[in-house]
T-cell receptor, first 113, second 113 residues
Framework: DTAVSQTPKYLVTQMGNDKSIKCEQN?????MYWYKQDSKKFLKIMFSYNNKELIINETVPNRFSPKSPDKAHLNLHINSLELGDSAVYFC????????????FGDGTRLSIL | GENVEQHPSTLSVQEGDSAVIKCTYS??????FPWYKQELGKRPQLIIDIRSNVGEKKDQRIAVTLNKTAKHFSLHITETQPEDSAVYFC????????????FGTGTKLQVIP
């Protein structure tokens, strides 16, 4: 059973489109995260939710909107996609807060044409 | 905010040799220091972590040391094997419930058979 699962695995789309990435964890964790990994492999936190509540919101364009319907799910919606949005997006989860090991999903590779 | 620097960015070693990756952090309140390994095309996975009340931790061929005074921590891999080839990320997070984890910029380790 996959602990943190993301869909889709690959997303190829045109500039200006809107797309969503879904994430689900079955580890019973209460904190979930979205990371962006660019072509240089830097891992940057975007958002973090604890029990459906937004607790970390880094300097991310407001075209990115996370939604957490319950503590096991954290989705990411991106409006008006731009070339610079091309990256791998990782979802992760952990027990409460940042001082616990994080479990990552397999990533969603987003390519903007 | 926290700033984590990681060196070197690339490291090549002969199989059987040791590899050392070093990180420094800026926030003296940081108290949790995980290390993640990311194989090509895969998700980051936790390999070892250390908390500020411990100076060293070992798990088979890997070990992590922490110097809180100097604000630096290191990953040591002994008897390297080809399957150790990957990108390694250090990270640091602060005290409290929801402090975000700040990642280093990654070290690409190549083990030459």
């Amino acid at each position: 059973d996959t602990a943190v699962s993301q869909t889709p695995k690959y997303l190829v789309t045109q500039m200006g489109n809107d797309k969503s990435i879904k994430c689900e964890q079955n580890l019973g964790h209460d904190t979930m995260y979205w990371y962006k990994q660019d072509s240089k492999k830097f891992l940057k936190i975007m958002f973090s939710y604890n029990n459906k509540e937004l607790i970390i919101n880094e300097t991310v364009p407001n075209r990115f909107s996370p939604k957490s319907p319950d503590k096991a799910h954290l989705n990411l919606h991106i409006n008006s996609l731009e070339l610079g949005d091309s990256a791998v997006y990782f979802c992760a989860s952990s027990l409460r807060g940042g001082n616990q090991p994080q479990h990552f999903g397999d990533g969603t590779r987003l390519s903007i044409l | 905010g926290e700033n984590v620097e990681q060196h070197p960015s690339t490291l090549s070693v002969q199989e059987g040799d040791s590899a050392v990756i070093k990180c420094t952090y800026s926030d003296s309140a940081s108290n949790y220091f995980p290390w993640y390994k990311q194989e090509l095309g895969k998700r980051p996975q936790l390999i070892i972590d250390i908390r500020s009340n411990v100076g060293e931790k070992k798990d088979q061929r890997i070990a992590v040391t922490l110097n809180k005074t100097a604000k630096h921590f290191s990953l040591h891999i002994t008897e390297t094997q080809p399957e150790d080839s990957a990108v390694y990320f250090c990270a640091a997070s602060g005290a409290g419930g929801y402090q975000k984890v700040t990642f280093g910029t990654g070290t690409k380790l190549q083990v030459i058979p």
